[in-house]
């Protein structure tokens, strides 16, 4: 086997197996080094492990559901050794498929530790490989602040491999994780308490559907405490005491922290070969992906630009075509418009720019809101609701944003994000003959619309 190659990648998470697969079907002659699991943080510790878990703890609201509509549950259990060794026998076989995908592409595959040492050289547990480019998609870690007591805290990581359900859970932090774990564990059936130093959790989502998600989640008895913040936690028989910043103790049988997450930079670099790192040591790349140093590339969380596997994805396939590719492409990687989801319970899908970031640049903008009991619920007393909402211009009629709370939320914004890349205008939604009876049918019919001005 030869240790020379066109392009080396450490890391094989979704923007690195992406990269490496497509420079290889573009004639590339590329390795892929990777030191812990195959697929990355989103299949092994991220998205494929939460979703399943996620869908796992909708089913006692299916069951109390199912009693509206005649059915008699009474008696169900839950076994989360199940659950959980289950969803670890599909990760497994992911990362089989990922090895398989990778090796049927012809990349060479390296497993171990890898280290840029020079420009054209990486070490992988001491061998050196020589390659003319070299790609950093080695991701991000959780990140914990410090303070006393921090040791007696558990990362998301944790929660995949638990080996037991805690009974009492406080999740920390506002963000994407701390919202879903959140939903988790209490569908799963832990009392939770979600604790976020700010007024309102989710920053940067629109400020209804933020409002919404906080009323739904404590109407299904999550404790969402605000303005908090943690102090230090002391650790007595299993059980954690939580000094907060109002005075207050809470205790609790497991603390999470998803406070964020920051580029993994381990030993990844010799001193003389290290590129420029910018705001939280993310890898500072132009719109080429290349570092500061000439021949070394960067892509996904490890540049923080958007945390989002298909983001990782459409950089990977980006640069193997502008590295490799016959055709290159014809700009750079277009950042606009790109869809999200948060897979709380319940679930956010957004699209385009939140009412606050419309009449932040836009000015006068008009907003079509519905906040509505989906059929599926109305033949029981639950207050399940879901949200929606659309930011049109007022000058140019184009929908700026589109935001869902509530069920399928992301499975309908998909849709609707080809739509609003397109640059649809309301009218064109108006123009939309609806689906009837479904939530999304909502969106094509609302036409009662609120002119705001900045
Ligand atoms: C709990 C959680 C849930 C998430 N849910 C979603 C979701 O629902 N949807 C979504 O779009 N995104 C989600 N994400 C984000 C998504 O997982 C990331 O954006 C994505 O995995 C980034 O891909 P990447 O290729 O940049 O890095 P990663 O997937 O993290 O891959 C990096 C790889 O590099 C390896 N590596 C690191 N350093 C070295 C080294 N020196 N030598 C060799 N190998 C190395 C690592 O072991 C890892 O396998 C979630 C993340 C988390 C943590
Ligand atoms: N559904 C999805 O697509 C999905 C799911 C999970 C994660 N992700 C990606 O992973 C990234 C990381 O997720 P995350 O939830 O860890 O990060 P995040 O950036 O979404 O949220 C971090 C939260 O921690 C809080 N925080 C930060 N420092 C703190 C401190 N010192 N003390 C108290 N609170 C603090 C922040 O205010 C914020 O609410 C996300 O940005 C997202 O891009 C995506």
Redesign the pocket.
């Known amino acids: 086997m030869t240790n020379e190659f066109d392009l080396v990648v450490i890391g094989a998470g979704s923007g690195g197996v992406r990269a490496a697969r497509m420079a290889a079907g573009h004639g590339a002659r590329v390795a892929i080094v990777e030191k812990r699991f195959f697929g990355g943080t989103c299949v092994n510790v991220?998205?494929v492990p939460?979703k399943l878990f996620s869908y796992g703890a909708h089913f006692p609201d299916e069951f109390a559901l199912a009693e509206d509509y005649g059915y008699s549950i009474a008696g169900w259990k839950f076994d989360w050794a199940t659950l959980r060794e289950n969803k670890t026998r599909e990760i497994a076989r992911l990362n089989g498929i990922y090895r398989r995908i990778l090796d049927q592409a012809g990349v060479t595959i390296f497993e171990g530790h890898g280290r840029v040492e020079a420009p054209g050289q990486v070490s992988v547990d001491g061998n050196i490989l020589t390659t003319d480019k070299i790609l950093l998609a080695v991701g991000g870690k959780?990140f914990v602040?410090s303070f006393p007591g921090n040791e007696h805290v558990k990362i998301s990581d944790d929660l995949f491999y638990l080996e037991e359900l805690p009974k009492q859970v406080a999740v920390?932090?506002?963000?994407?994780?701390?919202t879903?774990f959140a939903g988790i564990l209490h569908g799963l059936g832990c009392e939770v308490t979600q604790i976020?130093?700010?007024d309102l959790?989710l920053?940067g989502f629109d400020g209804d559907i933020r409002e919404f998600v906080a009323e739904q989640m404590a109407e299904q008895g999550i404790n969402l405490r605000f303005n908090t913040?943690v102090d230090r936690i002391e650790e007595s028989e299993g059980r954690k005491r939580v000094f907060t910043n109002s005075g207050e103790q809470l205790e609790f049988d497991d603390v999470f922290y998803?406070?964020?997450?920051i580029p993994y930079l381990d030993n990844l670099f010799s001193a003389d070969a290290t590129p420029s790192l910018g705001k939280n040591g993310a890898i500072q790349v132009d719109e080429h992906y290349q570092t500061s140093i000439d021949g070394v590339y960067a892509l996904g969380d490890v540049i923080d630009r958007?945390?989002?596997t298909p983001v990782a994805l459409a950089e990977g396939m980006w640069l193997a075509a502008h590295l490799f590719g016959k055709a290159k492409p014809s700009g750079p990687l277009d950042y606009r418009n790109i869809a999200?989801?948060?897979?709380s319970h319940p679930n956010i899908g957004t699209v385009g720019m939140t009412q606050e970031e419309a009449l932040a640049t836009i000015g006068a903008i008009r907003v079509f809101k519905s906040s509505f009991r989906p059929m599926r619920y109305t033949l029981g007393d639950r207050q399940v609701r879901s949200m929606i909402k659309l930011i049109v211009d007022d000058s140019t009629d184009k929908v700026l944003g589109l935001h869902i709370a509530g069920e399928d939320a992301a499975e309908i914004t998909q849709g609707f994000a080809v739509a609003i890349k397109m640059g649809a205008t309301k009218a064109d939604f108006d123009a939309t003959v609806g689906i009837h009876p479904t939530a999304a049918e909502e969106l094509v019919t609302m036409r009662q619309g609120e002119f705001i001005r900045a």
């Open positions: 991220g998205c939460k959780p602040p920390v932090g506002g963000g994407y994780i701390a879903e976020y130093r700010g959790f920053r913040d998803a406070t964020g997450r958007l945390q989002l999200t989801a948060v897979f």
